[in-house]
């Protein structure tokens, strides 16, 4: 079955950094009601909420968090088919990329690009080329990635020497370190 993007990106007067996902989780009722909310698993808003100071547990949080902090928001894909009945990126086969509403995002004066994983990366840089605007890839919020980064050398250490004491705390020293 074909799934078509539920949410139209978000773009607040000015913006600076643009996050782009992958594609909304659906739920077995609904993809939550806005990006990265469907599953329910995802970090993606509480990690943003920590990281900037401000709540993120509505629609209109969230959207308060990305204007207050100049932060546009899409996703790669407008439409997508799943290959399993889950919401892990590896899981979606991209059937026509959200290349208009990417492109006007661009065109409002970015000055870096967030991706949610390598998975958003990788498409992103297969439909656009030298853009000359600074990317970064940042973990992915998704409970799947937990796995890849208790294999990371820096996590270890840290997690060894007390420093954090798991892989949230991980990934939002990560995203402060980004995002700020």
């Known amino acids: 079955m074909i799934e078509e993007h539920p949410f139209k990106y978000f773009l607040p007067e000015n913006p600076n950094k643009l996050i782009i996902g992958s594609f909304p989780c659906f739920n077995g009722i609904d993809y939550g009601d806005w990006f990265y909310s469907g599953s329910g698993k995802n970090d993606f808003w509480e990690l943003l909420s920590k990281v900037f100071q401000l709540p993120a547990k509505t629609r209109n949080h969230k959207e308060e968090l990305c204007r207050k902090n100049r932060i546009g928001i899409t996703d790669i ?49 297969s439909q656009f080329t030298n853009l000359g605007i600074p990317t970064i890839v940042l973990l992915s919020p998704s409970p799947a990635a937990n796995t890849y980064i208790a294999t990371l050398h820096e996590y270890k250490k840290l997690l060894n020497s007390k420093l954090i004491s798991g892989t949230f705390e991980y990934r939002l020293l990560k995203y402060k370190e980004a995002l700020l």
């Not at 889950?86 to 967030?114: P, R, V």
């Open 77 to 125: 894909a407008l439409k997508i088919k799943r290959k399993k009945g889950n919401c892990s990126d590896s899981n979606l086969e991209i059937i026509e990329y959200n290349l208009d509403n990417i492109k006007l995002c661009l065109s409002k004066g970015i000055d870096t690009i967030f991706f949610t994983s390598k998975f958003v990366d990788k498409h992103f840089s």
